[in-house]
């Protein structure tokens, strides 16, 4: 299957500091990507949806000041959380379409703690 | 009501059992079903990918895909510890670049030795 970079895998960082996370799409373009967040034991809670050379649709209830995402190529998509707070402490996945089918390839993920 | 429903579990069987995991949906609409697997800490791996109905086999994976009932299935042969993790259908309507997949909550599986 398709391969799906994600970095870094854990990140810890002082509260109102601003932590950017790659997804690269390593052996495909990846037309769309997602962003997704997940607590502890719960399913994946969709964020946005990034379409290269466009801005990004944002899930009602997120913030897109907050949470900038960045799709300036085929293969690489970037989600910066500005300002990040204790609240914002998640793991946080991407994940990524090839353009020619439903398949969806995720990143290993990122595990965000904001002291 | 959700669009995709499924039991979260957890669900515990002993080593080389059969385990069987299902998701019931509303939406007719879906035409797409996946299966992914999730280990703790770790993205979702694609596992099973059918589209519409009838049934699809991997290895010890098969995937059941009954639209007429709405429902879905993962069957996984001769389990090991390996597969304990989380299971998670998904499914979406026709393919465009705007369309999302639904995912469902996930089933956490553990198989015991």
């Known amino acids: 299957g398709a391969v799906v970079s994600q970095h870094p895998s854990w990140v810890i960082c002082k509260s109102g500091t601003s932590v950017k996370i790659e997804c690269r799409s390593l052996?495909?373009?990846?037309?769309?990507m997602f962003w997704y967040r997940q607590f502890p034991k719960q399913s994946l809670m969709l964020m946005a949806t990034?379409?290269?050379?466009?801005?990004?649709?944002?899930e009602q209830g997120v913030e897109k000041d907050k949470f900038l995402i960045n799709h300036a190529s085929l293969t690489l998509s970037t989600l910066t959380v500005t300002s990040a707070h204790p609240e914002d402490s998640s793991f946080y996945i991407c994940?990524?379409?090839?353009?020619?089918?439903?398949?969806?390839?995720f990143g290993s993920g990122t595990q965000l703690s904001v002291l | 009501q959700k669009e995709v429903e499924q039991d979260p579990g957890p669900l515990s069987v002993p080593e080389g059992a059969i385990v069987s995991l299902n998701c019931t949906y509303s939406?007719?609409?879906?035409?797409?079903f996946m299966w992914y697997r999730q280990y703790s800490r770790k993205g979702p791996e694609l596992l099973m990918y059918?589209?519409?109905?009838g049934n699809k086999e991997d290895g010890r994976f098969t995937a059941q895909v009954d639209k007429s009932s709405k429902y879905i299935s993962l069957f996984i042969r001769d389990s090991q510890p390996s597969d304990s993790a989380t299971y998670l259908c998904?499914?979406?309507?026709?393919?465009?670049?705007?369309?999302?997949?639904?995912f469902g909550s996930g089933t956490r599986l553990s198989i015991r030795p």
């Open positions: 990034s379409n290269e050379g466009s801005k990004a649709t944002y």
């Open positions: 939406n007719s609409a879906f035409q797409y």
């Open positions: 059918t589209y519409s109905s």
């Open positions: 998904a499914m979406s309507a026709r393919y465009s670049s705007a369309s999302k997949i639904i």
């Open positions: 994940s990524a379409r090839t353009g020619t089918n439903e398949k969806l390839f």
């Open positions: 052996d495909f373009q990846a037309t769309t």
